[in-house]
Each structure stands twice: as C-alpha cells, then as structure tokens.
Nanobody, 123 residues
Framework: VQLQASGGGLVHPGNFLRLSCKAS????????IGWFRQAPGKEREGVLC???????YAADSVKERFTISRDNAKDTFYLEMNNLKPEDTAVYYC??????????????????WGQGTLVTVSS
C-alpha cells in the first residue's frame, strides 16, 4: 500500500491550491481517506477525513474553505484549498485506511507517515 502526496507549493494568501494523493498497490474505492498537516513547531493534526458515506471529521479552521474529494477511477483523492491563509502553511500528508475514526482523524493517530507535500502561504 503506497500513497504519494503532491501538489504543494508557494501561494499567496487568498489563493487556491489542490493537493493530490495517488494510491498504488490497492483499490481506493472502499477506503476511508484523510488529509493531515503539520505546521512548523506544532503537532500533526487532522484536516479532513471522509469515508464513502460522508465527512468523518473536518477541522474548524478549514470548514467552508477546504474540500476533500476522490476519483476512484484514478485511485486518487484530492484536497482543494480555497482562500488560503498563512496559518495553513504546513506539510500536508494523506492517508487511506479501511476505517478512520473521528478521534484518529482529529489527533492524527497513526503509527507511521509517508512523505508529505509542503504548502507555504505567504505574500
């Protein structure tokens, strides 16, 4: 099971960015998916998680701005980020699991993490 996050970069405040997470070695459609982030000097935290029935958890700081979606045909899921703010600066990580609970998403409670993609929001 491998996931590759991509799409990070430097953007100005107020702009849009879309992150992608490509899955390989398994079929994504039955998995719960999630995006997490770790800002400099802070703990890793959950951003958005969803399963096939809907949103499991969304951080208050990103509600109304960020959207999680998936394209099962491409085994890829996305994080669309609107109206980016400097406080969104972080390394973003993606995960796909058979099940993601609310607490696990909120606290980013997973044993290991792959490489993330850096998002820097700055003017």
């Amino acid at each position: 099971v491998q996931l590759q996050a991509s799409g990070g970069g430097l953007v100005h405040p107020g702009n849009f960015l879309r992150l992608s997470c490509k899955a390989s070695g398994f079929t994504l459609d039955s998995y719960a998916i999630g995006w997490f982030r770790q800002a400099p000097g802070k703990e890793r935290e959950g951003v958005l998680c969803r399963d096939k029935w809907g949103i499991i958890y969304a951080a208050d700081s990103v509600k109304e701005r960020f959207t999680i979606s998936r394209d099962n045909a491409k085994d890829t899921f996305y994080l669309e980020m609107n109206n980016l703010k400097p406080e969104d600066t972080a390394v973003y990580y993606c995960r796909a699991e058979p099940f993601i609970g609310v607490a696990a998403c909120l606290r980013a409670e997973f044993a290991s993490w792959g490489q993330g993609t850096l998002v820097t929001v700055s003017s």
